[in-house]
């Protein structure tokens, strides 16, 4: 079974303009999180989505929003960049959904803000 | 404030021995853990989990621990093989998820030849 991934790998953007993530799941996955990942504070959950809908949100602005397509293909964008948002993002599957379940991961999109 | 504690930055043990990581927390209402693996540049990979139910969970080399009343858990290596050299991540989940995984900060482990 292919896991999860994450496109692009890498991304360079400057501040002020937006960017657009994307995540397919582990096929058969219908829950698909995002979390962000930064030195100092280290993994922060963003969001979940399942079966296309925003079931969950972490603590984070507006300017962090997502979706999830009917074939649980999830896609995350920031608005208005800023230098702290660069951070590797990943984005997490499971069969269920949060609470008690396994999550599995991809490698990541590596932001950086400029 | 910082719900789940790993307050070891690194580990370094020698191949063939124990490794113990551990990982507190504070919040009550957690009531499944995990702890993850990660590389460098790859997304953390699943290696062990425990519900509050228990206290004590095996899958091969990995051992976790749970102390409830302490709020403390742990995952015991043995024995240690240089492959075993990574980020440890101990997460800990509230039965409803609403919040995410809870992640602490991590420990590097550091496996010695």
């Known amino acids: 079974k292919a896991g999860v991934t994450q496109t692009p790998r890498y991304l360079i953007k400057t501040r002020g303009q937006q960017v657009t993530l994307s995540c397919s799941p582990i096929s058969g996955h219908r829950s698909v999180s995002w979390y962000q990942q930064t030195p100092g504070q280290g993994l922060q959950f963003l969001f979940e989505y399942f079966s296309e809908t925003q079931r969950n949100k972490g603590n984070f602005p507006g300017r962090f929003s997502g979706r999830q397509f009917s074939n649980s293909r999830s896609e995350m964008n920031v608005s208005t960049l800023e230098l702290g948002d660069s951070a590797l993002y990943l984005c997490?599957?499971?069969?269920?959904?949060?609470?008690?379940?396994?999550?599995?991961f991809g490698p990541g999109t590596r932001l950086t803000v400029l | 404030d910082q719900q789940v504690k790993q307050n070891s930055p690194s580990l370094s043990v020698q191949e063939g021995r124990i490794s113990i990581l551990n990982c507190d927390y504070t919040?009550?209402?957690?009531?499944?853990f995990l702890w993850y693996k990660k590389y460098p540049a790859e997304g953390p990979t699943f290696l062990i989990s425990?519900?509050?139910?228990?206290d004590k969970n095996e899958d091969g080399r990995f051992t976790v621990f749970l102390n409830k009343s302490a709020k403390h858990l742990s995952l015991h290596i043995v024995p240690s093989q240089p492959g075993d050299s990574a980020v440890y991540f101990c997460a800990a989940d509230s039965g409803g998820g609403a919040d995410g995984l809870t992640f602490g900060k991590g420990t590097h482990l550091i496996i010695q030849p």
């Open positions: 919040n009550s209402m957690f009531d499944y």
């Open positions: 425990i519900s509050s139910i228990k």
């Open positions: 997490a599957s499971s069969l269920q959904g949060l609470g008690n379940n396994e999550q599995f």
